[in-house]
């Protein structure tokens, strides 16, 4: 499996891009959908020649920085998505400055509303302010999730970034921040996370950070089927024994106990 993250300026069709991507509905609330707003992190997956691939959609707007910032951080890879009829924005730069930041060197660029304008144009500016950065040299793609133009496209570069993926090592600690925390009746408490590496089975015994709390995992899905085993990189859920939902935050960190890094 690989994660891959969106990021963009709000109202650029990255929801829509993944929609059109996984015929999977990232927007979980209904507000999300009645306002078109990607408000929280959304979640969808497919498989890209052979290999399972999971988005994490995270919103454009401003006030909603730090949820980005929750999904974009421990994945491998992202599309940097533009709207060729709105350019490059202030969000679009924002995010830019986050991946950077946080290290992130491989991706696409995505165009997308190629039905409504030129792309080329916003491809240029694009690539004028990807300049210096670690996503500088990444393939550009314009799409219309609309018409479906160029997703046939975008999905055999998709197919070329996940084939040059670094693969996760199974022996690796585990790191799984946590991005979700709820209960479920009958279960008890349930995390979500990308595990960038190292692997996760019930059964196992973490340490929730910064807490210090030790935790047993009950057990373990990843794309919505239960799991005996998931190794990294992956999205995972993970009902825990030992912790509630409550005392489990956004940020939060999943590790192997007695290991320090």
Same mark, same amino acid.
């Given at each position: 499996?690989? %994660? #891959?993250?969106?990021?963009?300026?709000? !109202?650029?069709?990255?929801?829509?891009?993944?929609?059109?991507?996984?015929?999977?509905?990232?927007?979980?609330?209904?507000?999300?959908? @009645?306002?078109g707003l990607t408000l929280d992190l959304g979640f969808?997956?497919?498989?890209?020649?052979?290999? &399972?691939?999971?988005?994490? !959609?995270?919103?454009?707007?401003?006030?909603? %920085?730090?949820?980005? *910032?929750?999904?974009?951080?421990?994945?491998? $890879?992202?599309?940097?998505?533009?709207?060729?009829?709105?350019?490059?924005? /202030?969000?679009?730069? &924002?995010?830019?400055?986050?991946?950077? $930041? +946080?290290?992130?060197?491989?991706?696409? *660029?995505?165009?997308?509303?190629?039905?409504?304008?030129?792309?080329?144009?916003?491809?240029?500016?694009?690539?004028?302010? *990807?300049?210096?950065?670690?996503?500088?040299?990444?393939?550009?793609?314009?799409?219309?999730?609309?018409?479906?133009?160029?997703?046939?496209?975008?999905?055999?570069? #998709?197919? @070329? *970034? %996940?084939?040059? +993926?670094?693969?996760?090592?199974?022996? $690796? /600690?585990?790191?799984?921040?946590? !991005?979700?925390?709820?209960?479920?009746?009958? $279960?008890?408490?349930? %995390?979500?996370g990308t595990l960038p590496g190292g692997r996760v089975?019930?059964?196992?015994?973490?340490?929730?950070?910064?807490?210090?709390?030790? =935790?047993?995992?009950?057990?373990?899905?990843?794309?919505?089927?239960?799991?005996?085993? =998931?190794?990294?990189?992956?999205?995972?859920?993970?009902? #825990?024994?030992?912790?509630?939902?409550?005392?489990?935050?956004?940020?939060?960190? #999943?590790?192997?106990?007695?290991?320090?890094?």
């Amino acid at each position: 499996m690989q %994660v #891959l993250a969106t990021a963009g300026h709000v !109202d650029h069709g990255k929801s829509t891009l993944v929609r059109a991507l996984t015929g999977m509905e990232p927007d979980r609330y209904a507000e999300e959908r @009645r306002r078109g707003l990607t408000l929280d992190l959304g979640f969808a997956w497919t498989t890209v020649d052979g290999t &399972e691939v999971a988005f994490v !959609d995270v919103p454009g707007h401003e006030r909603f %920085v730090p949820t980005m *910032l929750a999904g974009v951080g421990p994945v491998p $890879a992202v599309l940097l998505v533009v709207a060729a009829d709105g350019g490059w924005m /202030p969000q679009s730069q &924002e995010h830019l400055d986050a991946l950077d $930041a +946080l290290g992130v060197r491989q991706g696409l *660029l995505v165009v997308t509303r190629a039905d409504l304008a030129d792309p080329a144009p916003a491809v240029r500016e694009a690539r004028e302010h *990807l300049r210096g950065t670690g996503l500088e040299g990444v393939d550009d793609v314009a799409v219309s999730a609309r018409t479906g133009a160029g997703l046939d496209d975008l999905r055999a570069a #998709l197919g @070329r *970034l %996940v084939a040059r +993926l670094p693969a996760g090592d199974p022996e $690796a /600690p585990v790191r799984l921040w946590v !991005d979700r925390a709820f209960s479920v009746r009958g $279960a008890g408490t349930v %995390v979500t996370g990308t595990l960038p590496g190292g692997r996760v089975r019930p059964g196992d015994r973490l340490r929730l950070l910064p807490a210090g709390t030790d =935790v047993v995992v009950r057990g373990v899905q990843s794309l919505g089927r239960e799991r005996d085993e =998931v190794v990294g990189p992956a999205r995972l859920a993970l009902n #825990l024994r030992g912790v509630a939902a409550d005392d489990v935050a956004r940020g939060d960190v #999943l590790a192997t106990a007695g290991h320090h890094w």
